[in-house]
T-cell receptor, first 113, second 110 residues
Framework: KAGVTQTPRYLIKTRGQQVTLSCSPISGHRSVSWYQQTPGQGLQFLFE???????NKGNFPGRFSGRQFSNSRSEMNVSTLELGDSALYLC????????????FGQGTRLTVV | TQLLEQSPQFLSIQEGENLTVYCNSS?????LQWYRQEPGEGPVLLVTVVTGGEVKKLKRLTFQFGDARKDSSLHITAAQPGDTGLYLCAGGNRDDKIIFGKGTRLHILP
């Protein structure tokens, strides 16, 4: 069974640009969550999509947005990049189950210069 | 707001020693997961516990869920350099939201 695939693995962008990250979940998983990880703040929840609908949202500005397609693949977009957006962005997929186990991709390392 | 506090934040010990890290909350969770993350990679799921008082073993790792389902511990016996990493606990609630702790960064010295 293929795992969670995130593309690209690394990105360097300039302040003010926008970026789109992609995540393909495990086959059959309908929930996709996005997290931002930085050394100081740890893993911070961005949002979760389930069956193409945003089900939960963290405390991030509107510059951070996402969507999910009918095949459960998800994209995350960050507009007007700031230096503080430099982080490891992780995608996790889950089956709709009581245990809420999350299976993570390898992440996209975004550097804003 | 549900929070998971992990302690210690950092731990550096010699190979062969035993250690325990903790994950505590004032809230009840329907399930709790432990993950290990290596630098530049995503967290990897180690175990899920769902029943109060449950104990699960994964080779030299022993995971325990508190009776009240508010806390958990991870005990490593005879630590090895390959155990080095960031250990994260995460709790699931009835709304299927996942709450992560900030992690314990473990370094095993050879």
């Amino acid at each position: 069974k293929a795992g969670v695939t995130q593309t690209p693995r690394y990105l360097i962008k300039t302040r003010g640009q926008q970026v789109t990250l992609s995540c393909s979940p495990i086959s059959g998983h309908r929930s996709v969550s996005w997290y931002q990880q930085t050394p100081g703040q740890g893993l911070q929840f961005l949002f979760e999509y389930f069956s193409e609908t945003q089900r939960n949202k963290g405390n991030f500005p509107g510059r951070f947005s996402g969507r999910q397609f009918s095949n459960s693949r998800s994209e995350m977009n960050v507009s007007t990049l700031e230096l503080g957006d430099s982080a490891l962005y992780l995608c996790a997929s889950s089956s709709y189950s009581r245990n809420t186990e999350a299976f993570f991709g390898q992440g996209t390392r975004l550097t804003v210069v | 707001t549900q929070l998971l506090e992990q302690s210690p934040q950092f731990l550096s010990i010699q190979e062969g020693e035993n250690l325990t890290v903790y994950c505590n909350s004032s809230s009840v969770f329907s399930s709790l997961q432990w993950y290990r993350q290596e630098p530049g990679e995503g967290p990897v799921l180690l175990v899920t516990v769902v029943t109060g008082g449950e104990v699960k073993k994964l080779k030299r790792l022993t995971f325990q869920f508190g009776d009240a389902r508010k806390d958990s511990s991870l005990h490593i016996t005879a630590a090895q350099p390959g155990d080095t990493g960031l250990y994260l606990c995460a709790g699931g609630n009835r709304d299927d939201k996942i709450i992560f702790g900030k992690g314990t960064r473990l370094h095993i010295l050879p």
